[in-house]
């Protein structure tokens, strides 16, 4: 059995802490003099009303009798709590009246897909281009890891919530407690975006689209406080920075913080991050290489726009300087492609995730070899490691899982009369929680045109991907809910 007690505890928590840095935004609309103060005074005390008063009634609950089963409702439930009392301070104040509208974009910040709706982002009160930005920050690492984080003395299931919802094949550990691993990860995630807000100061930005841009790049999110998103800044130290910082937010935490301890034989003997940087060092120079050819830029900025596109993409943060989609049918498809490739595991990134695709490679090459050598048993290895035969299939499952939830949203899309390349590059972008796609949601759309139907598909898909499918799919099972 379900314990409701615990869980609806959780989510009042949660409501508390989305209602706490929705406040962060009140001194941008005083010192603006902006006419969103009282909406998102009102936003924040629907908050404190319902989180506080789910908190008091079950202030007695026993935190440690939480269960695995009770974490996958916490998490589902917590994700899409946090959307739709996030999404009152553009309702409240008017800047994104409609209630799927202003879902569609909360649920896209809090997953970090960084798809919008919005079509003249200049327009938007600070404030609420702040709150926006926070969502992304805030689901970047996630609200269930902070909650688990600065909260142990609640008793909370610290386990069964970081495994439901930390990112990847396994949430490693840097200490014996979670909790600290979760403190520190937190602690090396406001790092980098002190740092970059610095850097991207320094380098031109006021200080206000510094700080935004430093929240959405550390969480791989994309959201940008302008319509032509980065590009805006025509600058190429800003271009260099933002890549930067794309490619750590989509590199493994637990590396970073080794990094910072000067533990580099942790860096040098990981696979998957060597894996990631290949990857990306290849594409930048076809990619860039063909823009030269082509004589779309010089050398120099043939390498930066090709770099950071590339980053942007595999990293799902979804930032643009330049369409992909002129350039020219063959490197529209590679970056489509790109919308299937992710981030390392244990980072902010979303998709398929960097190891999934080298335990995928590697279960190839070992078939392979298995045909030659039919009586040999050849383990796949990673780090050195043989992996568990129920690891690996667990990956083939996820691919397989991921590839029919595309198939399956894809043509529930296009039977909402929409077109082919739009319907997939939709659909590609929410589940791999990445932002731009292909067709009429490229990097020069929004997604305001769609269907209201078509929203609310895109929606669940992002909040699919971002939960890496297993956690929301089970609820879904007779089995999850089966007696035991």
């Known amino acids: 059995m379900l314990n ?30 902006e ?10 005390l629907i908050h404190l009303v319902v989180g506080g008063g789910g908190f008091l009634m079950t202030r007695t609950a026993d935190g ?33 009246p409609s209630f799927t509208n202003a879902f569609f974009e909360t649920i896209s910040g809090f997953t970090t897909t960084g798809a919008s709706i919005l079509d003249k982002i200049e327009a938007q009160p600070r404030s609420i281009l702040l709150w926006r930005s926070l969502t992304q920050w805030i689901g970047g690492m996630g609200i269930i890891v902070l909650a688990v984080a600065i909260l142990p003395i609640l008793g909370i299931g610290s386990v069964q919530l970081f495994s439901a919802e930390a990112p990847g094949l396994k949430p490693d550990k ?49 959201f940008s406080t302008k319509q032509a998103s980065v590009g805006h800044f025509d600058s190429a130290f800003i271009q260099y920075v933002i890549t930067a910082f794309m490619l750590l937010g989509g590199t493994n935490f637990i590396l ?14 990981n696979e998957e991050l060597r894996f990631y940087l290949i990857i990306v060092s290849v594409l930048t120079v076809i990619v860039g290489g063909s823009l030269l050819i082509r004589g779309t830029y010089g050398a120099e900025e043939s390498f930066r726009t090709s770099a950071f596109q590339v980053v942007s993409m595999v990293t799902t943060t979804g930032y643009a300087t330049a369409d992909y989609t002129a350039w020219g049918s063959g490197l529209t498809m590679l970056f489509f492609l790109l919308l299937f490739s992710g981030g390392s595991a244990g980072s902010t990134a979303g998709g398929v995730k960097m190891i999934r695709h080298l335990v995928l490679l590697k279960n190839a090459v070992t078939e392979l070899r298995r045909q030659m050598h039919t009586s040999a048993i050849i383990p796949i290895r990673v780090n050195g490691k043989a992996m568990p035969f129920e690891m690996t299939g667990s990956v083939l499952a996820f691919i ?17 009369s929409i077109d082919f390349d739009t319907a997939i590059g939709a659909v590609a972008t929410a589940l791999g929680n990445v932002g731009p796609g292909i ?31 297993f ?13 035991t």
């Open 256 to 269: 970073i913080y080794w990094l910072v301890k000067r533990r580099i034989e942790k860096l040098t003997g």
């Open 400 to 416: 397989m899982m991921y590839i029919l939830v595309f198939a399956i949203g894809s043509i529930l899309m296009a039977a909402m």
């Open 439 to 469: 067709g009429q949601v490229g990097p020069s759309f929004s997604f305001a045109a769609l269907p209201v139907a078509a929203k609310w598909e895109l929606a669940f898909l992002m909040l699919v991907g971002r939960l890496e499918l």
């Open 4 to 33: 409701w007690r615990i869980i609806l505890k959780f989510l009042s928590i949660l409501l508390l802490f989305n209602g706490g840095f929705m406040l962060l935004t009140v001194p941008v609309a005083i010192y603006f003099g």
């Open 174 to 222: 840097i200490t014996p407690r979670i909790g600290d691993t979760a403190k520190r990860l937190w602690a090396i995630y406001l790092g980098l975006t002190l740092t970059e807000t610095a850097l991207l100061y320094v380098g031109g930005m006021g200080l206000f689209d510094a700080l935004n841009h430093s929240l959405t790049t550390v969480s791989t999110g994309g």
């Open 35 to 44: 006419d969103t103060l009282f909406g998102i005074l009102m936003a924040c």
């Open 64 to 96: 440690k009798s939480l269960k695995k089963r009770d974490g996958f409702i916490v998490v589902a439930l917590g994700w899409t709590v946090m959307s739709l009392f996030g999404s009152f301070p553009y309702m409240l104040t008017e800047s994104i």
């Open 471 to 483: 956690t929301m799919i089970l609820i879904f099972t007779r089995y999850f809910w089966r007696k």
